[in-house]
């Protein structure tokens, strides 16, 4: 099971060379990829009577592909992954571009994972559909592959309509691998139909998703439905195993044994990759959070 961080956005800062510093020790240190999630916009909770949202405007989103694409440069290895690009509320054609552009930069690092979101208003500050999100992350995810992997797309759609026409330069991967976050059953069967990977979170196999409800809960055991996904590939003609899972565990709160706990649930169920959480830990600046994941990777390496 591969490591990975989930970049402390929300702790971190702006600073440049802090975020620099963090990506390098997180390579350093032996982690295979490095997950962000996205948020354009936020909301002001204050002029939302009753507003649920997870994050307001007091959040701080670096933007994915552009934090990527800075980061590229400053790393040799280390993998990059989005956990998720709000996949609907954006431009298809743009996405395929900027991941690409990312892919061609980092020489090949990146993974694409997607979603439909859940934040009604940020859709529409951004001018898209929030109740089709799901039919039409379907039909981004196709014509995403063909503006990856052909010179020259033709592709009449429902939402899209591309005449003779290609992005350049083309990705390094073709197609760069999508990764679909979500857990509702038109996800589970979405990503046994067309994804390259999984991105769930089960609350109960991370003490701190189950403590404070911040995730949808599932009362099905996640070896349920990750035995569900597998029957929806078999059903598309898809080998179950060509189909990853990424897990998260969080730390705030929890002792290294905790980690190790957590770390082996993952494991036992199958995972393929698992990235460790350290914002709202409060953990004060950079250097504590590259504290924070060496001691994880120490935790769970000497298990």
Not at 67 to 81: D, V
Not at 93 to 106: C, E, F, N
Not at 143 to 151: C, G, N
Not at 267 to 282: E, F, P, Q, Y
């Amino acid at each position: 099971m591969k490591l990975g961080v989930v970049f402390p956005q929300l702790d971190i800062g702006a600073d440049p060379i802090a975020i620099r510093d963090y990506a390098q020790a997180a390579e350093a240190l032996g982690y295979a990829h490095i997950l962000a999630f996205d948020h354009v916009l936020g909301m002001n909770a204050a002029t939302r009577p009753g507003w649920k949202g997870y994050y307001d405007h007091q959040d701080m989103f670096h933007e994915p592909f552009v934090l990527f694409g800075y980061l590229a440069g400053q790393t040799e290895r280390i993998g990059f992954l989005t956990g998720i690009i709000v996949l609907p509320q954006r431009q298809t054609p743009l996405v395929a571009k900027q991941a690409a552009q990312v892919d061609v930069l980092s020489g090949g690092r990146l993974r694409l994972g997607v979603g439909i979101g859940w934040n009604a208003d940020e859709f529409a500050g951004m001018g898209e559909n929030f109740r089709n999100r799901g039919r039409r992350i379907e039909e981004q995810i196709t014509l995403l592959r063909k503006l990856w992997t052909e010179e020259l797309v033709t592709f009449d759609g429902e939402w899209h309509k591309i005449i003779d026409a290609g992005i350049n330069p083309l990705p390094v991967q073709r197609p760069i691998p999508i990764w679909i976050g979500g857990g509702a059953e038109p996800v589970i069967k979405r990503i046994g139909r067309m994804g390259d990977g999984w991105l769930p979170q089960f609350p109960s196999m991370d003490p701190v998703l189950s403590r404070t409800g911040s995730q949808p809960r599932r009362h099905e055991p996640p070896e349920d439905l990750i035995a569900r996904m597998h029957d929806y590939a078999r059903d598309a003609g898809r080998d179950p195993a060509d189909i990853g899972i990424e897990g998260r565990s969080s730390i705030a709160g929890q002792t290294p044994e905790d980690w190790i706990a957590v770390h082996d649930r993952w494991k036992g169920i199958g995972a393929t990759h698992l990235s460790v959480n350290t914002m709202r830990a409060d953990l004060k600046g950079p250097d504590a959070q590259i504290d924070a994941i060496r001691r994880y990777k120490e935790a769970v390496d000497g298990a």
